[in-house]
């Protein structure tokens, strides 16, 4: 049987949600959202998405303390990062200088499994 990939969606706009929402419930996948953080945390622990894609920049508790808190929790699904912070350039220096530690590598294979995911499905 096939399943669809269960992805979870956070970001603060209403509008950011609904659009990618839609687009990956258009490529065959299951769209929940979150609208910070928090939500995304409590979301988390009652289904469990495969993957994760967050916004940095929202009110409450930002993607960075999102990331923080699922690398803290170890096996936690992978997250793939959009935003409009300026530039990725900012982003990964206001990560680095937080009680962070930026793994590109990471995150290169997260989107590297949802790519493969996507096709197996």
Known sequence: MNQSLRILIVDDEPSQRAGLAGMVTAW????????DGAEALEKLEQNSPDVILTDLNMPGMD????????RNMGDSPPAIVLTAFGSMDSAVKRWCAGPHRMDGFAAITAAWKLNCATKAH
């Not at 993607?63 to 699922?70: A, I, K, Q, T, V």
């Open 63 to 70: 993607g960075f303390e999102l990331l923080e808190r699922l």
């Open 28 to 35: 065959g996948m299951v769209a929940d959202s979150a609208s």
